[in-house]
């Protein structure tokens, strides 16, 4: 059984450099979501796809953040122009929509650690 | 906007005593209420939840959580601890206003467990 794969793990950055993060969903699920969570506080919403169409995005996702889904399976997070805010776990998550109230189990992958310097 | 109060941010016990974790949600629709864990340097792994149906749920490891919904409270309990569980618990909600869509979390609540 294969989870949410996220990659890298761990990246460290220079501030003012771009960085791109992976995630590859369970294989049937249809819903890709993005959070962000910093030391000492719980995931926060930042975006999430239906397929491939992305349907709701936070206020916390400046500009400087785009995530897509080209083909309704793997997604990717890029960060432009990194500021020191950016540091934190990235952490990706699938869901598989269905009538039933089963579908709204939201699974985590391991996370992607983001350090600015 | 839908919130999550998770009451206390650490909670100390001995191995093999008895746990409560708090959180209350607040909400006047319907909610889904959920418990996720998170060990150190790692993503969240789900330990129960709450859709519809009974209110008493049990979960992995040994724990339950029990929905009431007059006290708009998701309490996490286990009847007795190992020191593997000291990690950081997080308790979720999605519905409401928010839509079912996603999650809204709490702030967590580390659980120290010791010899």
């Known amino acids: 059984d294969t989870g949410v794969s996220q990659d890298p793990r761990h990246k460290i950055t220079k501030r003012g450099q771009n960085v791109t993060f992976r995630c590859d969903p369970i294989?049937?699920?249809?819903?890709l979501y993005w959070y962000r969570q910093t030391l000492g506080q719980g995931p926060e919403f930042l975006t999430y796809?239906?397929?491939?169409?992305?349907?709701?995005k936070s206020r916390l996702l400046s500009d400087r953040f785009s995530a897509e889904r080209p083909k309704g399976s793997f997604s990717t997070l890029e960060i432009q122009r990194t500021e020191q805010g950016d540091s934190a776990m990235y952490l990706c998550?699938?869901?598989?929509?269905?009538?039933?109230?089963?579908?709204?189990?939201?699974?985590f992958g391991e996370g992607s650690w983001l350090t600015v310097v | 906007a839908q919130s999550v109060t998770q009451l206390d941010s650490q909670v100390p016990v001995f191995e093999e005593a008895p746990v409560e974790l708090r959180c209350n949600y607040s909400?006047?629709?319907?909610?889904?209420l959920f418990w996720y864990v998170q060990y150190p340097n790692q993503g969240l792994q789900l330990l129960l939840k709450?859709?519809?149906?009974?209110?008493l749920v049990k979960g992995i490891n040994g724990f339950e959580a029990e929905f009431n919904k007059s006290q708009t409270s998701f309490h996490l309990r286990k009847p007795s601890v190992h020191i593997s569980d000291t990690a950081e618990y997080f308790c979720?909600?999605?519905?409401?206003?928010?839509?079912?869509?996603?999650?809204?979390f709490g702030t967590g609540t580390r659980l120290l467990v010791s010899p």
């Open positions: 998550a699938s869901s598989l929509r269905s009538q039933g109230t089963s579908g709204n189990t939201i699974y």
């Open positions: 294989s049937e699920h249809n819903r």
């Open positions: 796809f239906q397929n491939e169409a992305q349907l709701e």
């Open positions: 909400s006047s629709v319907s909610v889904y």
């Open positions: 709450y859709l519809s149906g009974s209110t």
């Open positions: 979720a909600v999605s519905g409401g206003y928010t839509g079912f869509q996603k999650l809204v």
